[in-house]
Structure formats: structure tokens, C-alpha cells
T-cell receptor, first 117, second 114 residues
Framework: AQSVTQLDSHVSVSEGTPVLLRCNYS??????LFWYVQHPNKGLQLLLK??????LVKGINGFEAEFKKSETSFHLTKPSAHMSDAAEYFC???????????????FGGGTRVLVKP | ETGVTQSPTHLIKTRGQQVTLRCSSQ?????VSWYQQALGQGPQFIFQ???????GRGNFPPRFSGLQFPNYSSELNVNALELDDSALYLC?????????????FGPGTRLTVL
């Protein structure tokens, strides 16, 4: 079984300051991990993914995340927040389906980011 | 390249009714997954379709059913609607060729059950 815990339901930062979104996961398998962003009234957009290559993963819009197996964490960071970063962020673990090939995504509860001018 | 599209955008139904939501997958993708996102929560996996067969299912009752067509588009059907079915329904497509099965999401259909 797999699960994802996002440690903060809301994060508030000032524009130009760093952003840290925390995520811990549990997985029976060697995990594939993702971060998705959801802007209001829009679909989910993939920010970055970890698939057992480099542990430091760079994504779009200046985001990056570090996979730490010993801590079962996959925290998302950005050095300098922009107003456009205000959105909901989801940490996601991918695991094989029991019945057949293919995978399902298990989402964390989400972290809402507010960026203050 | 055309992305994942869903229709309708919004829908209002009453308890006990039935609803059908539609999804067109991204070009080249042969697998479709459906997720339910209740207000203030992360999406939850409903089921996945591959080669027109249900390939896996989450913790949802049988009144949630689906179809996949030869062109890989898909439908989600919900019978005997309940108030708790009010949510954003997301469709995602992916390719089995991809080693990590990245899923690409549509904008969703917002269902309100009164």
C-alpha cells in the first residue's frame, strides 16, 4: 500500500522569498514520485517527477525537489516565489495496479500556497 | 498535440439521477484513469481503462462504472447519485510505453448533486 502526507495544508510566503512544501510518502515499491500544481479552475499540471534517477529533480518554473529515501521525503522548493505560484500543490506517489500492468496515482491532501506582495 | 479534454465543464443533477461524463485522451495515449476530487481534498483514484477493459479500481462502489472506446476516449457513469458524489471529476491519460506512466490531466467536470 502507498500513502502520501503533506505536512502543511497552507503555506504563506512573501514574493521573492523561498518556498518549501513538505511531503512524506509510504510505498511498498520503489516509488515514482511527482509534484502536481492546480491553479483555480484549471486541471493538474505536472511540475516534476522522480523515477529513481538523480535524487535532486528539477522541474518547471524554477521548482525542484529532493528525494530522500532514509527520510521517506520528497520536499518541493523554489528559491524565489512569484505571485503566479499561488495555487494548490499535490505530492503524488505512483504505484502498480494490483490486477495488471498500469499504475494508479495516490495524492496527498494538498498544500495551498498564498503569495503576498 | 491535443491535450486531454473533458465534457461537460459543469453539471447539476439531483439525488437518484444518473450522469455520464466524457473524456478524450491525449494523442498517442491508450490508457485512461478517472479520479474524484472532493472539495478541499486531493484526487482519489476511481478506476483505469486499457484496451477497453477496466484495468484496476479504487475504493468506489459498483454504481461508478466506465467505458473506453476504440479511439481511447472514455466515459464515467454514476448511477443513483448521492449528495457526496458532488466533486470535481478528473480524467487522465497515459501511455503504456512510458516507463513511469506519467499521467496527463484534463480540466475536469464539476458535478453538483442537489
Amino acid at each position: 500500500a502507498q500513502s502520501v502526507t503533506q505536512l502543511d495544508s497552507h503555506v504563506s510566503v512573501s514574493e521573492g522569498t523561498p518556498v518549501l512544501l513538505r511531503c512524506n510518502y509510504s510505498s511498498s515499491y520503489s516509488p515514482s514520485l511527482f509534484w502536481y500544481v492546480q491553479h483555480p479552475n484549471k486541471g493538474l499540471q505536472l511540475l516534476l517527477k522522480y523515477t529513481s534517477a538523480a535524487t535532486l529533480v528539477k522541474g518547471i518554473n524554477g521548482f525542484e525537489a529532493e528525494f530522500k529515501k532514509s527520510e521517506t521525503s520528497f520536499h518541493l522548493t523554489k528559491p524565489s516565489a512569484h505571485m503566479s505560484d499561488a495555487a494548490e500543490y499535490f505530492c503524488v506517489v505512483s504505484a502498480p495496479l494490483d490486477e495488471a500492468a498500469g499504475n494508479k496515482l495516490t495524492f496527498g491532501g494538498g498544500t495551498r500556497v498564498l503569495v503576498k506582495p | 498535440e491535443t491535450g486531454v479534454t473533458q465534457s461537460p465543464t459543469h453539471l447539476i443533477k439531483t439525488r437518484g439521477q444518473q450522469v455520464t461524463l466524457r473524456c478524450s485522451s491525449q494523442s498517442g495515449h491508450n490508457t485512461v484513469s478517472w479520479y474524484q476530487q472532493a472539495l478541499g481534498q486531493g484526487p482519489q483514484f476511481i478506476f483505469q481503462y486499457y484496451r477497453e477493459e477496466e484495468n484496476g479500481r479504487g475504493n468506489f462502489p459498483p454504481r461508478f462504472s466506465g467505458l473506453q472506446f476504440p479511439n481511447y476516449s472514455s466515459e464515467l457513469n454514476v448511477n443513483a447519485l448521492e449528495l457526496d458524489d458532488s466533486a470535481l471529476y478528473l480524467c487522465a491519460s497515459s501511455s503504456r510505453v512510458s516507463s513511469y506512466n506519467e499521467q496527463f490531466f484534463g480540466p475536469g467536470t464539476r458535478l453538483t448533486v442537489l
